[in-house]
C-alpha cells in the first residue's frame, strides 16, 4: 500500500456528504460518510441547508484525515466533487447564505422557464450552453433567490453576494473566504456558461437576470483553487482537482476515449458519453456538456439525466416505509417473477431526458390486492432500467450504439439491479473493483494537477472491472417489458393535474 502522496476526496452528494483517502494506486486507506437532512418545503420543491451540507462535509474529512493519518497516510492534496446545478448564494462578508440551498431536483421555476421558452430562447440557451432551458439548471434558482430575498438584488449588483455551486461553495469555506472559483464541468451546468467560446455569457445572464459581480472563476478541473486552512484540517492542504459528481465518475471510469460511456446510481441516474474535441448536438433531448478539461484539452459528452433512481428507493424507506434498508430491496425483487406487472414511474421530480416534463408527477401501475411491498420494490428498482434504457434509444437515435455499459454509484451494489439492466439493455454492464469512482475521479485529477500522474493515459487500466453482467433474458420478453413501460411513461404524461 502506497501511503505517501495520498490523496483527499470529497464527494458531496445529494442525500450524503464522504470524504476517501486514496493511495497513488487507486486503492481506498479511509472513508467516512454522513447522511443530512433534505426540505420538502413545497410542492415540487427540494433544499438542503447550506450549514449542514458544510458541517457535515467538515466532520468527514476531519474523520477520514484522522483514519489516513493514523495507518500513515501523508495527504498532500484534495479533490472536490458535487452534486451539480444545485445553488447557493452567500453573503462574501459573512460567509452565510442568504437563503437555503436550491437542490438540482427543485422545479420551483418551471413557470419561469416556461415563460422564457415561450418568448422563444430555448435555441440561443441550447447552441450557448448545450443544455435545455428547464429548471433543473442553475440560471433560474439564482434569478428566484435574487427575487425572493429582500434586498438580494442590490447585493449582488454591488459585488456583495457570491453565486455558487456546491463546489464552490465548499472551496469558499475551506479556503476561509479566500477563492470564489468553480470548475468548467460545474459552469456548463449553469445554463449560464458558453460551452464553445468557455466563458460565462453576457446575453444569458442577462435573460436570466443574473449579475455578472455574483459568478465565480472558472477554472480547469486540474487546477488551482488555493489552499484549504489548517484550522481546519490540521494542516493546509491544496485544493488541485474539482468536477461536477457524474463528470468525476466517468474520469474515475477513465471514459477518456471518444465513444466511452458511463452511467452512475446515485440519487438520480446519469449517462455520460465521451465526444473527444467537438460537443455533439443531439437530435433526442439529451444534454451537450462539458466532460472534463486538463492540461489545456477539453472533451465534451451527451448526458442522460435520469432524477430519480436511487431516490425511489429512498422514498421506499424513508416516505412510504415499506423498507428499512435499502439492501433489502435486491431479495424482495428476486421474490418475484417477470410478469408481476407493476410499473412505477418515479416522476417525483418531473421526467428528466428523453421526456423533459417538469410537471409530470410519479404514477404506479397495475396495482391488484395481491401487491405487496415486493411488488413495489421491484417496480422501482426496475424503473431505474426501463430509464436507461429510454437513455441509450436516445443515444442510439442520435447515432451512437455503446456494447458496454460502466456502472457504478450506490446502487450497483445490488447485483440484482445490474443483471436486469444487463437484460432489459442487452448490453454489457460491466461494474469496477472501486465503485466509489466519483471520488476517485477527483483524487485523480488531483494527482493529475500534482504530478503523480504524467497524464490520462498513466491512469487508464487503475480502476479494473470487477463484475461483468450478460444478458440472459429472452428478446420476446425484454419487449413486452418495454412495452408495458413505454405505455406507463404515456399515462404518466398525460395526467395533467
Ligand atoms: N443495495 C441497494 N439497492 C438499491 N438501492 C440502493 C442500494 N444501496 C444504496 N441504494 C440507493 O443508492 C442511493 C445512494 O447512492 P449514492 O451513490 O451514495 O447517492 P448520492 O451520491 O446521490 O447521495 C440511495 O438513493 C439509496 O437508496
Ligand atoms: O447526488 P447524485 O450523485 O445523485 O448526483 C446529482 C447530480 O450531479 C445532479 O445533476
Not at 404514477?363 to 430509464?387: P, W
Request: charged share 20%.
Amino acid at each position: 500500500m502506497n501511503l505517501e502522496n495520498c490523496i483527499l476526496a470529497i464527494d458531496q452528494g445529494t442525500t450524503s456528504s464522504r470524504a476517501m483517502v486514496f493511495g497513488t494506486d487507486s486503492q481506498i486507506i479511509a472513508m467516512a460518510q454522513q447522511e443530512f437532512p433534505q426540505h420538502y418545503p413545497n410542492d415540487g420543491w427540494v433544499e438542503h441547508d447550506p450549514e449542514d451540507i458544510w458541517q457535515s462535509t467538515l466532520t468527514v474529512c476531519q474523520q477520514a484525515l484522522a483514519e489516513a493519518e493514523a495507518k500513515g497516510a501523508r495527504v498532500v492534496g484534495i479533490g472536490v466533487t458535487n452534486q451539480r446545478e444545485t445553488t447557493v448564494v452567500w453573503d462574501r462578508k459573512t460567509g452565510k447564505a442568504i437563503y437555503n440551498a436550491i437542490v438540482w431536483q427543485d422545479r420551483r421555476t418551471a413557470n419561469d422557464c416556461l415563460a422564457l421558452q415561450q418568448a422563444g430562447h430555448s435555441q440561443q440557451v441550447r447552441s450557448k450552453t448545450g443544455l435545455l432551458l428547464d429548471p433543473y439548471f442553475s440560471a433560474s434558482k439564482i434569478n428566484w433567490i435574487l427575487n425572493h430575498v429582500e434586498g438580494a438584488r442590490q447585493r449582488a449588483q454591488n459585488g456583495d453576494l457570491a453565486f455558487g455551486t456546491v463546489d464552490s461553495f465548499l472551496i469558499w469555506r475551506l479556503t476561509g473566504g479566500a477563492v470564489h472559483a468553480t470548475d468548467i464541468t460545474n459552469a456548463s451546468r449553469t445554463n449560464l456558461y458558453n460551452i464553445h467560446q468557455q466563458q460565462w455569457d453576457p446575453e444569458l445572464c442577462e435573460l436570466f437576470e443574473v449579475p455578472a459581480p455574483l459568478l465565480p472563476l472558472v477554472k480547469e478541473c486540474a487546477d488551482d483553487y488555493g489552499h484549504a486552512l489548517a484550522s481546519l484540517l490540521g494542516k493546509s492542504i491544496p485544493i488541485c482537482g474539482v468536477a461536477g459528481d457524474q463528470q468525476a465518475a466517468a474520469f474515475g471510469q477513465c471514459c477518456f476515449d471518444p465513444g466511452s460511456i458511463k452511467s452512475t446510481y446515485g440519487t438520480g441516474c446519469f449517462v455520460l458519453l465521451n465526444t473527444g474535441d467537438k460537443a455533439v448536438d443531439s437530435a433526442n433531448q439529451l444534454l451537450t456538456t462539458v466532460a472534463y478539461k486538463v492540461q489545456g484539452k477539453i472533451h465534451y459528452a451527451l448526458e442522460g439525466s435520469i432524477f430519480v433512481a436511487g431516490a425511489a428507493v429512498q422514498w421506499l424507506r424513508d416516505g412510504i416505509h415499506i423498507i428499512e434498508d435499502a439492501t433489502q430491496t435486491e431479495s424482495l425483487a428476486t421474490s418475484l417473477d417477470y410478469e408481476h406487472g407493476v410499473y412505477l414511474v418515479p416522476a417525483f421530480a418531473g421526467l428528466g431526458a428523453p421526456y423533459w416534463d417538469p410537471e409530470a408527477r410519479g404514477a404506479i401501475f397495475g396495482l391488484t390486492r395481491g401487491t405487496t411491498n415486493a411488488h413495489l420494490s421491484r417496480a422501482a428498482l426496475e424503473s431505474v432500467a426501463y430509464q436507461t434504457s429510454d437513455l441509450l434509444k436516445a443515444m442510439a437515435d442520435d447515432g451512437v450504439t455503446p456494447n458496454v455499459l460502466n456502472v457504478d454509484g450506490g446502487m450497483v451494489a445490488n447485483n440484482w439491479v445490474c443483471q436486469f439492466l444487463t437484460d432489459v439493455l442487452d448490453i454489457k454492464v460491466q461494474r469496477p473493483q472501486i465503485m466509489e469512482t466519483t471520488a476517485l475521479g477527483v483524487a485523480y485529477l488531483s494527482g493529475l494537477y500534482l504530478g503523480l500522474y504524467e497524464n490520462t493515459e498513466a491512469l487508464t487500466n487503475k480502476n479494473k472491472i470487477d463484475t461483468t453482467f450478460e444478458s440472459t433474458m429472452s428478446a420476446d420478453l425484454r419487449n413486452k417489458l418495454l412495452c408495458g413501460w413505454k405505455t406507463a411513461v404515456e399515462c404518466t404524461l398525460g395526467f395533467k393535474r
